[in-house]
């Protein structure tokens, strides 16, 4: 998720919260079961992500660089159940520290 987030970055979740576009998000892998990584919401529920439209559950998530990056474009869309969370919070390092904005 570089450059937003940087290797050592400790981040604060909220499980609670509506999902909205340009969010961080906690996701667990859909083909890992308990395997979590932070991506992007980049469509939402009803919107168009690339030649589909997505159902009413589904959300399209993508790293901040495609070019090195797990996410939709490979496992295809998530649904709302494997968000763990929306990213609120960047607590470590100290010099990195405050609120994530989308």
């Given amino acids: 998720m570089?450059?937003?987030?940087q290797p050592g970055d400790f981040l604060v979740a909220l499980r609670r919260g509506s999902v909205e576009r340009g969010a961080l998000v906690?996701?667990?892998h859909?083909?890992?079961?308990?395997?979590?990584?932070?991506?992007?919401?980049?469509?939402?529920?009803?919107?168009r992500a690339?030649?589909?439209?997505?159902?009413?559950?589904?959300?399209w998530v993508v790293g901040d660089r495609p070019d090195?990056?797990?996410?939709?474009?490979?496992?295809?869309?998530?649904?709302k159940s494997a968000i763990r969370g929306i990213v609120r919070f960047r607590y470590w390092p100290p010099r990195r520290?405050?609120?994530?904005?989308t």
């Fill in 68 to 79: 090195a990056s797990t996410d939709s474009r490979s496992f295809g869309a998530v649904s």
């Fill in 2 to 5: 570089q450059p937003a987030l």
């Fill in 30 to 47: 859909p083909a890992r079961p308990g395997f979590e990584m932070v991506k992007r919401v980049e469509a939402l529920p009803g919107e």
């Fill in 50 to 59: 690339g030649t589909r439209v997505l159902g009413a559950d589904e959300y």
């Fill in 26 to 28: 906690v996701i667990e």
């Fill in 97 to 101: 520290w405050g609120i994530l904005r």
